[in-house]
């Protein structure tokens, strides 16, 4: 941003007060020139210090926080120029605006700032930047559409298939598939919808197509499960066996490989991934806590399982309430790690 930074020493500015705020503002230009930006930050804050309504230090100290990827702060410099009224030309300030607000990724204020900037100085130095700007906008705005198109047509076929409408939902993921062939969730999310539908074998050569070229987890966990629930404990224990090495920094992903071991019958190994979660502060929500609730009643741990409902009870979800009842009666439970959210009336 070294043209932004000239741009704004060349401006001419009547420095309103030269006492000490000017001397840290010479300083702070020779140490940017020298490529120094942190110590230009340093005399720049100074200077702002000292004189904080003086829009040339406010000016430069913008471009010093943009170029070290500060675009918010750098903001609160432009505007206070801007808003406050503190030169009676500076269209450049909308310009710096419109790149902090791109970099930031609030395109439509930055297409605002933009075109105020061409608005006010259409012969600005900055002019050829402005359009370039505009014409990503643009560019940008149409990827936009497209993803958020693509993403919707996802949800809807996810929404087909948690509303058991598998034929519908198969439709679904295959238009996306073939639009986006690498994209596995639907390859993954279509085999789920055979597979509910007792396809077995079609579910399972999806996923096995998917794990021939994409090291997928989610597809390995689901096959795993599949092959379990349909009686090949060897296959299935191929794939543990696998499993069992790898830890995540993922916390989604190790999330769901622990449920995958509870859901798999190995609920020591799902009770050890999903409390190491609990401790590292993930699983604040009443899914995992429903999920280490069950792992925890499997593995022995009946008294940390009957707090775990019991937080669940309070909030009135219905499954917790009737295992806690069920607890209480002295009869045994045997419950599956497929979270119930719903709740009493």
């Known amino acids: 941003m070294s043209k932004q930074f000239e741009r704004v020493n060349a401006m001419g500015l009547v420095i309103s007060n030269l006492q000490d705020g000017a001397y840290f503002y010479s300083k702070g230009i020779e140490a940017y020139r020298e490529k120094n930006i942190n110590k230009a930050k340093r005399y720049l804050e100074r200077a702002v210090q000292l004189d904080a309504k003086e829009p040339s230090f406010l000016c430069q100290l913008a471009v010093v926080h943009a ?43 930055a297409r605002k700032e933009a075109l105020l900037y061409i608005e006010k100085d259409s012969e600005g130095d900055f002019l050829e930047e402005a359009e370039d700007l505009l014409e990503f906008i643009q560019d940008e705005d149409e990827l936009f559409a497209e ?26 993921f295959n238009d996306i598939i073939k639009e986006e062939p690498k994209y596995w969730m639907a390859h993954i999310r279509l085999a789920e919808a055979y597979y509910n539908m007792k396809n077995t074998k079609k579910a399972i050569d999806i996923l096995k197509a998917v794990l021939a070229k994409e090291d997928n987890i989610t597809a390995r966990c689901n096959l795993m499960i599949y092959y379990f629930e349909t009686g090949q404990k060897e296959k299935a224990n191929k794939l543990l066996q696998l499993l069992k090495n790898v830890w995540s920094f993922d916390y989604l992903q190790a999330y769901q490989i622990g449920v995958c071991f509870g859901k798999v019958g190995e609920h020591e ?20 806590v429903y999920q280490l609730a069950v792992a925890s009643y499997y593995t022995g741990r009946i008294q940390k399982a009957t707090k775990l409902w019991e ?7 219905n499954d917790a309430i009737q295992h806690l009842n069920t607890l209480e009666d002295g009869c045994s439970l045997e419950p599956t790690y497929s979270f119930n959210a719903t709740t009493v009336e």
């Open 147 to 172: 993803a958020e198109d693509f993403l919707i047509r996802y949800e809807l076929a996810s929404h087909e298939l948690k509303k058991e409408n598998y034929q519908k939902a198969i439709e679904y």
């Open 67 to 109: 170029d070290l990827g500060n675009y918010q702060r750098s903001n609160l410099y432009l505007k206070k120029v801007i808003d406050e009224n503190l030169a009676e030309d500076l269209p450049e300030c909308h310009y710096f605006l419109a790149n902090n607000y791109a970099n930031l990724g609030l395109f439509e204020h």
């Open 269 to 288: 190994l799902a009770y050890q991934r999903l409390d190491r979660l609990g401790k590292k502060g993930f699983g604040n929500f009443p899914k995992f």
């Open 311 to 317: 937080k669940l009870a309070a909030l009135g979800n």
